[in-house]
T-cell receptor, first 116, second 118 residues
Framework: GAGVSQSPRYKVAKRGQDVALRCDPI?????LFWYQQALGQGPEFLTY????????KSGLPSDRFFAERPEGSVSTLKIQRTQQEDSAVYLC??????????????FGDGTRLSIL | AQTVTQSQPEMSVQEAETVTLSCTYD???????LFWYKQPPSRQMILVIR??????QNATENRFSVNFQKAAKSFSLKISDSQLGDAAMYFC???????????????FGKGTLLTVNP
């Protein structure tokens, strides 16, 4: 597609349920990022992939959060045993190359996750 | 770790007027990138303008320009001839210069909500 595609756009889950959020980056983009944006805040880094390799997961808030990109294209962010504090917008971004000097990150529309 | 501070939670401007959004940052690095992103209610982050720290010349994109003061670690955004479509949340962001181990993640400020009055 022309841009970064995220699904679902909205997700409501009960506390304790597992959720999976999908990101389809721009075709050919090597780097993929996940960010978490709490209400009224700026996005915060969660994790980074270069192709299928997860090179940085330092931003994942707990071991309930897990991300994968098995074939180096589509990525899934999974949250197990959701808590109310997980309610946020989850943004995915991709860029052409992880080594390019000034490759901009292109963002999707995000998934708004609400935990009841 | 780098930090980005936006001290203006909200700003307003009259249509056709000029407004300046403030951003300061803290880093020990000498080379880096700075960005301004716009986030309308649709939630998509849209790149407005970017600046490479080693370039002394301030970046300009049509009605958008920056005032980059490296020594003061300041990076303000000026919007000239404001239009109704400029109304959005604006985020200042920092990114390290590519190098060994760098993951190019963006560090964002908390944002400034810009309202444009007709």
């Amino acid at each position: 597609g022309a841009g970064v595609s995220q699904s679902p756009r909205y997700k409501v889950a009960k506390r304790g349920q597992d959720v999976a959020l999908r990101c389809d980056p721009i075709s050919g983009h090597v780097s993929l990022f996940w960010y978490q944006q709490a209400l009224g805040q700026g996005p915060e880094f969660l994790t980074y992939f270069q192709n299928e390799a997860q090179l940085d997961k330092s931003g994942l808030p707990s071991d309930r959060f897990f991300a994968e990109r098995p074939e180096g294209s589509v990525s899934t962010l999974k949250i197990q045993r959701t808590q109310q504090e997980d309610s946020a917008v989850y943004l995915c971004a991709s860029s052409l190359s992880g080594t390019g000097k000034n490759q901009p990150q292109h963002f999707g529309d995000g998934t708004r996750l609400s935990i009841l | 770790a780098q930090t980005v501070t936006q001290s203006q939670p909200e700003m307003s401007v009259q249509e056709a007027e000029t407004v300046t959004l403030s951003c300061t940052y803290d880093t020990s690095e000498s080379d880096y990138y700075l960005f301004w992103y716009k986030q309308p209610p649709s939630r998509q982050m849209i790149l407005v303008i970017r600046q490479e720290a080693y370039k002394q010349q301030n970046a300009t994109e049509n009605r958008f320009s920056v005032n980059f003061q490296k020594a003061a670690k300041s990076f303000s955004l000026k919007i000239s001839d404001s239009q109704l479509g400029d109304a959005a949340m604006y985020f200042c962001a920092y990114r390290s210069y590519p190098g060994g181990g760098s993951n190019y993640k963006l560090t964002f400020g908390k944002g400034t909500l810009l309202t444009v009055n007709p």
